[in-house]
């Protein structure tokens, strides 16, 4: 095995480990934990575009990677797969936690204790749950993903975040019971852990296990919906986004994506060829992405504060990935992946610059006294204005007027930017299915959509540009903030991204179709992980393919799981 | 024993739902770890249910084993719940130090 086949390991491995030394050399936001948390995102960043290459190689017949972790045959053991969507969300999730790493080191990272292991723990359960072919280390995962993410939601400490915190976890353990639930069915049905296995087993199953596995998928499609945010089960997130520090908020921008990941994954994977999504009905999904557009909407209009309309704005992106895979045939899917793309890095970018953006005035000051006051830190002005003196960026209103109104375009859906190709990409999809669709049932849904999508578009303009004239253009002087490079440039980073996305929409649509093209062929998948030869030191051809098909349900595993823990 | 289990497992359920949807939080603790042990059985009673079964040796045959993957997986659902309980434990304690209440939202309903 060459090295470029471990690397898979690394996205889970390396922030493992140097969340682990920045707790022995003391993690309290030490510089030399800063250092540490900054080394190990942007060797994430590199890691992941190496695999993105990797994974991406050979157009249209690109293979899927898989790792056995501890050389057990896939069966037995844990399999970690990377195929393009995986690399994908993996880049994604890299960039996005390069930008709220570098922005937190102004002065967010201060804010309370155990930042950075906190952040790189969170980055060990998102890149473990993207990674991962088992369906109890996704839950695993998920857990470790959460975890921190409790940790981060309550970073800064303060009335408004102990509060919405505690609903947040609250509602969370609640859905990781459902996702035990929906695991251990799915195991006593089909008798694997293994996606790919699992997956390879539906067809076999008699009409008593074919119907726990399906009563197991819909348990765990209601866990990833929570994580989703669908509407009745998403009230936590505009509270808990909006109450977390930006730098955590925009991270957390990914984490309701890893619930739609979730569900496009094992829906795809479970779901023998030509029938509706085995997690949730694809009515249903489309019924509930509908509501969660329309509340996130009427939530974005009622907001007062930007930071709730951000966190209005994640449903209301949420609910149209949601929609849109309800309603949706492949064409509309691989739009769908460019609108993830390019809503996560507006909304993250979005989360950065509110904070910016309302430093000037008196509220943001005010919830980092309380907080820094809360926590007992004293703050010391001096040293602080001293340090970000010389970097303090000049014309910064303007800058920041820019940046906000890219935002604004981007979340709207609007020319020039790459928001208004993935809604045109998503529209034209929808209107070609529209007149073409196979039953008259689907054409109405896709008007339906259409209608929702350009509505919750207009919507999200005038909640954006009210809130940016009374940000930018108040009746009063207001004193420009104080803004250093090391904050401005991940937000403008991040929206130069979307603006590559723009320039360079037809190679990401190009990515996206051959994506959805890899993942309707589940065969493909299947194969590649359930076919992987051991690797033996003397001779690997010897062992062949891991076993033969008969040794099957009847043998029970080694409890090789424990290791998971 | 099926009976049992599943009687066992619907009490604890019922009772863990209803104290999670209560006002304080202590009741929504004491009702997620009900909900927590609900789930542990419903796990192991995804393994099939048997009695005095070995899990790896004997030489009965593959079906009078019983299925060790439940257990480790058990084992690992203890442990994140119980963590997760002490987590949910300590952000009550500090809303109810910020707040001064113990009520889920931070404050009574008349208020």
């Not at chain 1, 800063?34 to 960043?45: E, I, K, M, N």
């Not at chain 2, 963590?83 to 130090?97: E, K, Q």
Request: charged content about 10%; some cysteine; glycine content about 10%.
């Amino acid at each position: 095995m060459s090295w470029i086949q471990h690397l898979i390991l690394a996205p889970i491995l390396l922030p493992m480990v140097v969340a682990g030394l920045m707790l022995v050399i003391d993690g309290r936001s030490g510089r030399t934990t800063a250092a540490l948390g900054v080394f190990s995102t942007f060797a994430l960043l590199f890691i992941a575009i190496v695999l993105l290459v990797q994974a991406s190689a050979g157009g249209a017949q690109s293979a899927v990677l898989v790792y056995q972790i501890g050389n057990w045959p896939s069966r037995l053991g844990i399999v970690l797969a990377l195929d393009r969507l995986s690399a994908m969300m993996l880049a994604l999730t890299a960039l996005l936690a390069t930008a709220a790493m570098v922005f937190s080191l102004a002065r967010w990272h201060k804010a309370g204790s155990f930042f950075h292991p906190l952040f790189q723990v969170l980055l060990v359960g998102l890149n473990g749950a993207f990674l991962t072919g088992d369906l109890f280390n996704l839950f695993v995962f998920f857990e470790i993903m959460l975890a921190a993410s409790y940790g981060l939601a309550l970073h800064g400490s303060g009335h408004a975040r102990v509060k919405a915190g505690l609903h947040y976890i609250a509602v969370n353990l609640v859905a990781s019971s459902a996702f035990l639930i929906g695991v251990s069915l799915i195991y006593g049905a089909t008798g694997s852990l293994n996606m790919a296995d699992i997956a390879s087993r539906i067809g076999d199953l008699d009409a008593h296990g074919a119907m726990l596995f399906r009563v197991g998928a819909a348990v765990l499609g209601v866990a990833f919906l929570v994580k989703a945010a669908i509407w009745p089960l998403g009230f936590w997130l505009p509270t808990t986004y909006a109450a977390a520090g930006p730098p955590v908020a925009a991270m957390f921008a990914i984490m309701t994506k890893v619930g739609v990941y979730a569900i496009l994954r094992l829906g795809l994977l479970f779901t023998p060829d030509g029938q509706g999504n085995v997690l949730a009905a694809s009515g249903l999904l489309l019924a509930g992405g509908l509501i969660t557009i329309i509340y996130g909407m009427l939530g974005m209009l009622a907001s007062q504060a930007m930071a709730r309309l951000a966190g209005f704005s994640v449903l209301t992106s949420s609910g149209t990935l949601l929609a849109v895979m309800g309603a949706g045939n492949a064409n509309v899917f691989s739009a769908t992946l460019y609108y993830l793309v390019s809503s996560t890095l507006a909304i993250a970018a979005f989360f950065l610059l509110i904070e910016l953006a309302e430093r000037g005035r008196a509220r943001a000051d005010d919830v980092l006294a309380v907080t820094l006051e809360a926590y007992g830190i004293v703050y010391d002005e001096d040293s602080e204005d001293s340090r970000e003196a010389g970097a303090a960026v000049p014309a910064i209103l303007a800058i920041l007027g820019i940046a906000f109104m890219a935002c604004a375009l981007l979340l709207s859906g609007l020319p020039p930017l790459s928001g208004f190709i993935a809604k045109f990409a998503m529209l034209d999809a929808l209107l070609d299915q529209a007149r073409n669709g196979p039953a008259p049932g689907s054409a109405w849904a896709a008007w339906l959509l259409v209608a929702t999508l350009v509505v919750s578009g207009l919507a999200t303009l005038i909640a954006m540009m009210r809130a940016g004239i009374r940000t930018f253009w108040p009746s009063f002087e207001r004193e420009a903030p104080r803004v250093s490079m090391i904050e401005l440039g991940p937000v403008l980073v991040l929206l130069a991204l979307c603006v590559g996305l723009t320039i360079q929409a037809g190679p990401a649509m190009r990515f996206v179709r051959h994506t959805t093209e890899q993942l309707a062929e589940r065969k493909l998948y299947m194969d590649a992980v359930l076919k992987k030869p051991v690797v033996t030191p003397q001779d690997s051809a010897a062992n062949g393919p891991a076993l033969p098909a008969g040794a099957r349900a009847p043998v029970p595993p080694p409890p090789k799981k424990e290791a998971a823990r | 024993m099926e009976p049992v289990i599943a009687i066992a497992i619907g009490v604890l359920t019922g009772s863990g739902v209803w104290l999670v949807l209560r006002p304080r939080t202590f009741q929504v603790i004491v009702g997620l770890s009900l909900i927590s042990y609900a789930v542990n059985l419903f796990i192991f009673s995804m393994g099939r249910l048997k009695v005095g079964a070995p899990t790896f040796t004997g030489s009965a045959g593959a079906n009078a084993l019983a299925d060790p993957v439940p257990q480790a997986l058990v084992l690992t659902a203890i442990v994140i719940s119980f963590a997760m309980t002490a987590l949910l434990l300590v952000v009550t304690i500090a809303s109810r130090g910020l707040t001064g209440s113990d009520h889920v939202d931070g404050r009574e309903d008349g208020l």
